[in-house]
């Protein structure tokens, strides 16, 4: 079994900064996601990535950045904090892109903006 | 709109009750269904996927796929408290990542 950590578990930020999320795994899959989580409600993609310095972006990409130097780890950045914006933000990794392919979730970053 | 409809928003079930949960894709091009659940403060995890004609049965619960409508159902018979959660269907297709639904939330309440 493998796991997937992710740090801070909680972070707190103010209008108009960048912030970082960091997400490492121990499976040694090769894809990772990043997810958004409103409300505790659906999940909606952010970013992938299929390998070490890949990124696709997902639907929701506008207002974030996401690098993958290492096959183990994989960074989101809020560019630019949103006023009151208030969600969970779930990394995935799976051990490649296809349909059939299992996802294994980190336990989130809860992020508050005041 | 989103891509993949779950319905209903929100379920009560009493316990020893069937829950009965309906998902469909509008993207013609998914060729696999799941469903993933998360207990509340959680991550959600794998609870079944399907990708063929029919159904699928793992113990209390059972997965239809009706792959000419895109219309997926979970079923839950002998709903227990520890079943309360919320329930994501999601639809993949080769090449991308899953596209998730907002998720139907069960309660069982004793």
């Known amino acids: 079994g493998g796991i997937i950590t992710q740090t801070p578990k909680f972070l707190i930020g103010q209008e108009g900064q960048k912030l970082t999320l960091k997400c490492q795994q121990n499976?040694?899959?090769?894809?990772m996601y990043w997810y958004r989580q409103d409300s505790g409600k659906g999940l909606r993609l952010i970013y992938y990535?299929?390998?070490?310095?890949?990124?696709q972006k997902g639907d929701l990409s506008e207002g974030y950045d996401a690098s993958r130097e290492k096959k183990s780890s994989f960074s989101l950045t809020v560019t630019s904090a949103q006023k009151n914006e208030m969600a969970v933000f779930l990394c995935a990794s799976s051990p490649g892109l296809g349909s059939a392919e299992t996802l294994y979730f980190g336990s989130g970053t809860r992020l508050t903006v005041l | 709109q989103q891509k993949v409809q779950q319905s209903p928003e929100s379920l009560i079930v009493p316990e020893g009750g069937m829950a009965s949960l309906n998902c469909t894709s509008s993207d013609r091009n998914v060729d696999y269904f799941w469903w993933y659940r998360q207990h509340s403060g959680k991550s959600p995890k794998m609870l079944m996927s399907i990708f063929s004609n029919g159904e699928k049965e793992e113990g209390r619960f059972t997965v239809h796929l009706n792959k000419a409508s895109l219309h997926t159902s979970l079923h839950i018979r002998d709903s227990q408290p520890s079943d309360s959660a919320l329930y994501l269907c999601a639809a993949s297709h080769y090449a991308q990542g899953l596209t998730f639904g907002l998720g139907t939330r069960v309660s069982v309440f004793p």
């Open positions: 990535s299929i390998t070490e310095n890949d990124l």
């Open positions: 499976f040694n899959h090769d894809t």
